[in-house]
């Protein structure tokens, strides 16, 4: 297939969610989170998952807690999701959402390097910081 250098629609999702994030991982792409309802700005716990191979969305088990503009992240064999509601990931072999420890739900960013996950307190928010919290999880 010759590349266009053009965007294209894909097959759409099952929802429609504004607020939510994409992530790729393993030949697939998630949808996760956000607000599914125009009128009244209902957070998610939905995500959805989309096979390029097969061109079609299929629904995942919905998340613990609902997500508004959450920060995702791959890490290990898991996605990881991120709010102020909390941080919560998604075991593939389990096919389940687990609660995680955050310290305090409001964590801030999000990031997978060398078999860690790292965050920024959330004083740093508000405050100058040169801390940095890893969490060793798989």
């Known amino acids: 297939c010759p590349e266009t250098n053009e965007w294209q629609l894909i097959t759409p999702m099952n929802r429609k969610r504004r607020n939510h994030q994409l992530l790729a991982v393993n030949g697939f792409l998630y949808a996760i989170a956000g607000t599914e309802n125009d ?80 965050s920024v307190p959330p004083k740093s928010i508000t405050y100058s910081t040169k801390q940095i919290l890893k969490l060793d999880s798989q």
Request: charged content about 20%; overall charge neutral; glycine content about 2%.
């Open 39 to 118: 009128q009244d700005e209902s957070i998610s716990s939905t995500v959805e998952r989309y096979d390029p191979m097969k061109n079609i969305w299929e629904n995942l088990p919905p998340m613990r807690n609902c997500h508004k503009q959450p920060i995702v992240v791959a890490h290990g064999k898991s996605i990881y999701v991120l709010s102020e509601n909390g941080l919560e990931k998604f075991s593939k072999q389990l096919n389940t959402w687990i609660n995680m420890p955050s310290n305090d739900t409001n964590l801030f960013n999000l990031v997978s390097f060398q078999n860690k996950l790292y």
